[in-house]
């Protein structure tokens, strides 16, 4: 049966969390009429984040609550090409979300300005260690073709909107006692000061400290005291309560679209939000280099539609973002083997290793916490004077400590050989499951020509369609940058003098699907100012159709050691900027192929 | 509460029996104040039989969580927490039914890195899974694991956890200790609402205090000092 042809609008967005939400507000303002297609159900804090349920770890963490329904759609994985992709049956090591706040929900809110040292890194790491530092297997790392100034006044729109509580470290140039020094220069402070911080972390920045390193707190999208945000969006102080990452919020203090960008566009008649609404493809007009609107399903009614739109935002997630691009036909597929086409091309995702500290006799109240009661370093990441030659990577890491949401049913740390039951290991848990603590790297994971996305040939989801496949491995960069990590965490770990220890693995791992990693997965339709290796120029307008707009970490040429979501929100506004400056007037490719 | 392994052992046999209204529910006194009335038996711990397991199996987990969960000074033993009738109710969830599991095939059993990849849901892995143990306990010891000594079952579950034990004819040994596993800890440390964690002895284990976490005062308060806790599960406020 042909899916039944609705009324034309200016705009579908499809896809309602943080970079759907940015543009459904913006647009529908700028006066468009605005439809936005979410595949999930509607969510407020009154309705779905009370107490009595939203405490609860077995519904939210375990059981998976408010992500994405694994036997509806999953992705297929595999390490090598060489291999057969199997689905990943049961979602692990990273959890996209599944309503209206989309992932935005459950993050944990850590917020960051991502430097030039990304944004230029083919010619910055060229310039200083010559062309030969990147491998050919690294061919596709390249310049993004934005730079930190043009994106200042973004983040600090993102940062506003989202209550980020943390303190500055580059205040104009100048930089600042307690922040981070290695950030690129802000017109003005947070809006909001910085979270408390735990014991966890204040030993961590002790240490740190007298190591030479410069800690601060992480900045957050977690209010540390009460706020409105510049549309008017009311946020209660945060509780550290522990329920932070894979839960709402109660007390509305964790910024999440549901609460600032979805209701501000809800105000604007000219916007109209469909929930349980799949969209199933992206509609073309070949001949034109345009796209006419989406196909998408009525999870209710079971009921195929058609949504005619002049323009269509994209704003799925990485994953589900490429899988769209791929379904629908719009740009060329990468082959690895040649090394051409642009739609799953430069998929990333993060490295990451760490040590386990026991304190005996010590209180850590590890149940106290907020996604950003951290302390971090920045030391191997931001600061370009931290000299990669002699340890051959490109890219850096963060180091973090400070608990966040440690909850009893996946987190019960002793030391290690201690039985995993019995009586033994009832009284190791009571004696140091308090008692300890972890130190963390983050780093960033940089494109490698295997590691991809594209349909894989055998799986489908619900609606028949072929699922994702994702081939995916950390790769010779990430081992060593890992290696790299491993032993400046083990030499903070032991200057703290814990009673055990369980040091960071520096060893090369490969990727697992389980357990979580992070849901900060990039790349699949990467920008880039060449249309023959990007998908979308750098206001992520696609090459190939000018009236499709793509946003998410998908577009990242490559992953950082940073959090996504500071980014991914601040080129959400930009992107909006540019459709309501530029492309409202004159519709049409923003950038010359 | 019952806690007469006896009488447990009656209820779990089948016996239709209503424990709810036997059970008195103490409200703390925080969060007395709110409105609590008329639901006091959503707060008592799920009634005793069970919905999915049957008298082998039960008997197969009452052991296993006697032997993870032994009585001492710490806590009562599994049972006495209600870890079976966790496990028991969780596979008749949805999730036992697998929910949310992509379960399409081919099936392949995949490299390490690739997860979950039986065809069964976790209660059709508890179901082909526990008879294939036993066999292998009667191989071993002669008896089924709800028999054997405690030194016997030690020795048993280490084989499982390192997959020396063989299930023959059924699942890979370590999916389904891993699933059993992590379901003991599930039942220890969930929201006593699912049937384990009785009284919260998982929870006073660990120091944690539960569902109510405002904690914008304590996190001074208590740095680097223990914070005393008298945690709240969901249906004390409920
Ligand atoms: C547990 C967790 C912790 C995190 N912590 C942090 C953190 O501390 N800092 C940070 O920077 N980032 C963090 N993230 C990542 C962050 O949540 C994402 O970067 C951010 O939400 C991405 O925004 P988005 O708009 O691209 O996607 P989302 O916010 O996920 O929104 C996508 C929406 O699209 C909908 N959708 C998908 N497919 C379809 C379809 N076919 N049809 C209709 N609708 C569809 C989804 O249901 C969803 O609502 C975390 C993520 C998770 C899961
Ligand atoms: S820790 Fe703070 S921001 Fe996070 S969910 Fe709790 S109250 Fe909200």
Redesign the pocket.
């Known amino acids: 049966m042909a899916a039944r042809k609705l009324k034309e609008v200016d705009a579908v967005i ?7 939400g940015i543009l459904a507000k913006e647009l529908s303002e700028a006066g468009l009429k605005v439809v936005a ?4 159900k509607m969510t407020t804090t009154d309705a779905d984040f009370q107490l009595q349920q939203v405490r609860d770890e077995l519904r939210y963490v375990q059981r998976q609550e408010m ?2 329904d694994a036997s509806r759609d999953t992705v297929t994985m595999r390490n090598t090409p060489k291999q057969d992709a199997l689905p990943v049956r049961r979602l692990g090591s ?11 929900l ?7 300005r991502w430097s030039d040292n990304e944004f230029k890194v083919r010619s910055l790491y060229e310039q200083r260690y010559g062309a030969k530092f990147i491998s050919s297997e690294m061919s596709d790392l390249r310049d993004w073709g934005i730079t930190y100034a043009e994106m200042e006044r973004y983040y600090d729109k993102f940062e506003y909107v989202a209550a980020v509580s943390g303190k500055a470290g580059n205040l104009k140039g100048k930089v600042q006692p307690g922040g981070n020094p290695f950030e690129g220069p802000r017109a003005r402070e947070y809006p909001l000061p910085p979270l408390k911080s735990v014991l966890s972390s204040q030993l961590f920045a002790e240490a740190a400290t007298k190591a030479g390193y410069h800690p601060f707190p992480r900045p ?1 999208a977690n209010a540390s005291r009460a706020y409105t945000n510049p549309d008017g969006a009311t946020f209660g102080g945060c509780q550290y309560c522990g329920f932070c ?2 839960f709402g919020c109660e007390a509305n203090a964790k910024a999440s ?1 549901h609460i600032t960008v979805v209701p501000a566009a809800m105000k604007s008649p000219n916007f109209e939000l469909r929930t349980h ?4 493809q992206i509609l073309k007009d070949p001949s034109a280099k345009r796209v006419t609107g989406v196909l ?1 399903t009525n999870l209710l009614t079971g009921e195929e539609l058609e949504q005619p739109a002049s323009m269509v935002v994209l ?4 994953m ?2 490429t899988h ?1 691009m791929l379904l629908s036909g719009i740009g060329q597929p990468y082959d690895p083997a040649t090394q051409t086409g642009v739609i799953g091309r430069n998929y990333c995702y993060e490295t990451r290793t760490g040590a386990n500290l026991f304190f005996e006799g010590r209180s850590f109240n590890r149940f106290i916490s907020a ?1 950003g009661t951290n302390w971090v370093i920045d030391d191997f990441n931001a600061n370009w004077n931290f000299d990669r030659g002699p340890h051959g990577f490109v890219g850096g890491y963060i180091v973090s400590a400070g608990h966040n949401t440690n909850l009893p049913i996946g987190n019960r740390p002793v030391p290690g050989g201690t039985p995993a039951w019995g009586t033994a290991w009832k009284e190791a848990l009571a004696k140091w499951s308090d008692s300890s603590m972890g130190i963390t790297s983050s780093g960033g994971s940089m494109p490698h020509r295997y590691n991809y996305l594209d349909l894989d040939p055998t799986y489908k989801n619900a609606f028949n369609q072929p699922l994702l496949r994702m081939t995916f491995d950390f790769k010779e960069n990430e081992h060593r940058m890992n290696a790299h990590a491993a032993q400046v965490v083990n030499e903070l770990a032991k200057s703290l003098n814990a009673t055990r220890m369980s040091s960071a693995n520096g060893k090369p791992q490969s990727w697992t699907v389980v357990p979580y990693l ?3 997965n990039g790349g699949g339709t990467p920008m880039g100012t060449d249309p023959k290796t990007s998908a979308v120029n750098p206001f992520l307008q696609s090459w190939d159709a000018h009236n499709l707009f793509v ?3 998908n577009v990242f040429p490559h992953n950082g050691a940073y ?4 980014l ?1 929100g601040a080129l959400a506004y930009r992107t909006a900027d540019i459709i309501k400056s530029r492309y409202m007037k004159n519709p049409g490719p923003l950038v010359s192929a | 509460m019952d806690r007469d392994p006896e009488g447990r052992r009656a209820f779990l046999r089948g016996a239709v029996v209503s424990g709810a209204a036997a059970m008195t529910t103490t409200l703390p006194a925080t969060a007395a104040a709110q409105p609590a009335a008329g639901k006091a038996a959503a707060s008592a711990p799920a009634a005793p039989g069970y919905v999915f397991l049957s008298p082998e199996e039960g008997a197969f987990i009452e052991a296993v969580v006697d032997h993870m969960i032994p009585a001492d000074s710490l806590t009562a033993k599994g049972t006495d927490l209600g870890l079976h009738t966790y496990i028991d109710r969780a596979l008749a969830s949805g999730w036992g039914k697998g929910e949310r599991l992509y379960r399409q095939g081919p099936w392949k059993q995949g490299t390490g890195n690739q997860g979950y990849q039986l065809p069964m849901t976790p209660s059709e892995l508890y179901r082909a899974a526990i008879p294939a143990a036993n066999a292998a306990c009667v191989k071993a010891y002669g008896k089924t694991f709800d028999k054997i000594t405690p030194e016997q079952r030690e020795a048993f579950l280490v084989g499982m956890q390192q997959g020396k034990v063989t299930l023959e004819n059924g699942p890979p040994v370590r999916t389904f200790f891993g699933m059993l596993y992590q379901n003991v800890m599930e039942g220890m440390f969930a929201d006593p609402i699912y049937g384990g964690n009785r009284d919260k002895a998982g929870w006073k284990l660990v120091n944690f205090p539960g569902v109510i976490a405002t904690n914008q005062q304590n996190i001074d308060k208590f740095r680097d000092r223990k914070m005393p806790t008298n945690p709240l599960g969901i249906a004390d406020i409920s």
Do not use: D, K
């Open positions: 499809i896809g309602l969390g943080w970079t759907g297609l979410e595949r999930g992500m994405q990273f959890l996209p979300g599944e309503a209206v706040g989309g992932s935005g459950h993050w944990s809110g850590g917020t960051w957050a990452q894979r679209p609404s799949w969209v199933t998408y704003a799925t997630f990485t589900n973002n769209l996604g992070s849901t900060h946003m998410g970490a959090q996504p979501t500071g991914v």
